[in-house]
């Protein structure tokens, strides 16, 4: 992430945007997975320091700290003539810096060190559910098909709540239900079918349980994650990735 994503990020929140850069904004948010963690993580952090930093004469170190964050990221205007003289600095603007600063480390370390995000991993195979499907429903079959491939999982998945309501034990349909509502964030929902399928009898117990891991990763359960990832068995398809993701985490 660049400085300037940082300044675009509060002026979206200022309400400083134009009505176009508002829509362009959104449309970022919706096509970049980086941009919209980046912007999720700055709201967070800014809300809940505005919130809790005290009284200033009292955090005078934290102020020249915040000062000098504050010059790196958000004073880098191009100046003409006269230099105007400096502005008391504002409470939010301390809120905004930290912001900066702790976000900033975030990226540093998931860049540098051993972490590890959901998007490095969600990868999904391409699917063709009309290959299976009976002479009836291949129209709908067809439809889940282009939207799961397409990352559209918000259409995905109600196609796939339509197959379930006629075909509810089918394991593949149950399956890929899941994925859709871990990238929706419905974890809940996702992780109760993905149990049922990592305990059962099909060829997607081990897929299921590379899943829950994938779920609980990106909730940030890291400890949860690694119990899961030592329980998929050598032989399945996901074990190098997830041995891989073992090693970032544990």
Known sequence: MEAQDYTLFESYLSGDLSKEEQIAFKARLDTDHAFKEAFTIYKEFSSNLEHSIGNEEK???????????????????????NIESKKTFSLYKYAIAASVALIMGFFVYNQFSGGASYSDFNTHQTVDFSVRGS?????????????????????????LEELLQDDPDNVEYNFYYAITNIELDNFAKAETTLEIISQGSSAYINRAKWYL??????????????????????????????????????
Not at 60 to 73: M, P, R, V
């Open 213 to 250: 891991a994938l779920s609980k990763l990106k909730q940030d359960k890291n400890e949860a994650c690694i119990a899961i990832l030592k329980t998929i068995p050598a032989d399945a398809d996901d074990y190098s990735q997830a041995l891989t993701l073992l090693k970032k985490i544990e």
């Open 135 to 159: 002479e009836g429903n291949v129209g709908l079959l067809i439809k889940t098909t282009k939207a799961f491939n397409n990352k559209e999982y918000e259409k995905a998945r109600t196609y």
């Open 59 to 81: 955090n005078a170190d934290f102020k020249a700290n915040l000062e000098a964050i504050s010059a790196k990221y958000f004073n880098k205007e191009t100046t003409t003539g």
